[in-house]
């Protein structure tokens, strides 16, 4: 019994960190061109990812108070992806939005919803942090004001090789 559960405990483990590297996915970037999630990278330095879309009032706070505050950000060296799960009736209206607010974002459209099913997200703003590894360290969905310093303390403690 003691064996059984430790080998239990070693799989699960395993499958966990499976799970906290990014799927490859087919999806576009802004420029509707084939982009493959396995490219997103940071050269050993944060990533974050931030679902979203045009419709949702909460993901636009989010994303305008840290392009605010992105001299902060860039300090750490990040890299930031939004990831917008627009659908094909409304993708037209990301590039515009986007360009309109000068975010200083590598934005993404995920049409069919198959980066965002393969990462779980079921509503949005649903946000991740990876570390210089590429492997998901934490993640939060919603947003509340000051959520923004939250996730930059983590980022700087990612880039300065901290756990979190």
Not at 5 to 33: C, G, M, R, T, Y
Not at 46 to 61: D, E, L, Q
Request: proline share 5%.
């Amino acid at each position: 019994m003691k064996y059984t559960l430790v080998a239990f405990a070693w799989l699960f483990s395993l499958a966990v960190s499976a799970q906290s590297k990014l799927p490859a996915v087919d999806i576009q970037n802004i420029d509707f061109e084939t982009f493959n999630t396995s490219q997103i990278s940071n050269d050993g330095k944060p990533v974050v990812i931030s679902f979203w879309a045009t419709w949702c009032a909460p993901c636009k706070a989010e994303l305008n108070a840290v392009a605010d505050e992105w001299p902060e950000w860039e300090d750490t060296g990040v890299k930031f992806y939004i990831v917008s799960i627009d659908n094909s009736r409304s993708v037209n209206s990301v590039q515009p939005y986007v360009y309109g607010q000068d975010w200083p974002f590598t934005t993404l459209l995920d049409v069919n919803s198959e980066f965002r099913r393969a990462m779980n997200v079921n509503n949005v703003p649903h946000t991740f942090l990876l570390n210089g590894n590429g492997k998901v360290v934490w993640q939060h969905n919603g947003y509340n004001p000051g959520d923004e310093e939250e996730l930059l303390e983590l980022v700087t403690k990612v880039a300065n090789g901290e756990e979190i």
